[in-house]
Structure formats: structure tokens, C-alpha cells
Nanobody, 119 residues
Framework: QVQLVESGGGLVQPGGSLRLSCAAS???????????MGWYRQAPGKRREWVAS???????DYADFVKGRFTISRDNSRSMVYLQMDNIILEDTAVYYC??????????WGQGTQVTVSS
């Protein structure tokens, strides 16, 4: 199972920016570049929801509620995934989780990083 460690969360004002990072363990069978990666989030009292993903071919996809505001990227040489969050709104308050999927379809999750949006 891949170990994922998120960082970069914190308190931000509406309209501000944050960059979340996710570090994947280096002992990945098949190599990090073979994995699909992504971000999910869970707000208080709500279900975990998908935010964005970046596939092993570099293609990206976003939930409608973050399109045009968030950007997902990856650095295969460092086994890192990033989520650049711009024009943050109050509704972005949540715990953000890094997700990975192996070529065999096995999912892994990080412990999450809190993002709190408040003026």
C-alpha cells in the first residue's frame, strides 16, 4: 500500500490561495509515474467528495465546483502531487485527502490536511 502524506493546509481568507502537497512513499511497485493520483475533500457533516485527479498519462479532471480555481499537478521525479488552490471560497473549508490508484486498481489515502477559509 502506498503511503501518502499531505501538507500545506491552513487558515486562509476568501479570495486567497493555498498550495497543498502530497508526498508518496518511494517504494512503489511499478513506480509512482504509473499511478493515478488525486485529491478529495470532506467538509464537516458531509460526505467525502472528489476534487481533482491527474492520471498517469498527465491528463487532468476537475469537479465543477473547483474548475478554473484549482490546479492539480504532479512531479514524478519527486513522487509528489500538488493542488494549487486559488480564489478560495468559504465552501472550500474541508479536510483535503490525497488519493492514489495503482495500475491494479488499489486505492490508498493520506491522513488529510485541514483547510479553513475564514475572514
Amino acid at each position: 500500500q502506498v503511503q501518502l502524506v499531505e501538507s500545506g493546509g491552513g487558515l486562509v481568507q476568501p479570495g486567497g490561495s493555498l498550495r497543498l502537497s502530497c508526498a508518496a512513499s518511494r517504494t512503489i511497485v511499478g513506480g509512482f509515474r504509473s499511478y493515478n493520483m488525486g485529491w478529495y475533500r470532506q467538509a464537516p457533516g458531509k460526505r467525502r467528495e472528489w476534487v481533482a485527479s491527474i492520471n498517469n498519462d498527465g491528463s487532468t479532471d476537475y469537479a465543477d465546483f473547483v474548475k478554473g480555481r484549482f490546479t492539480i499537478s504532479r512531479d514524478n521525479s519527486r513522487s509528489m502531487v500538488y493542488l494549487q488552490m486559488d480564489n478560495i471560497i468559504l465552501e472550500d473549508t474541508a479536510v483535503y485527502y490525497c488519493w492514489s490508484q495503482s495500475v491494479n486498481g488499489a486505492d490508498s489515502w493520506g491522513q488529510g490536511t485541514q483547510v479553513t477559509v475564514s475572514s
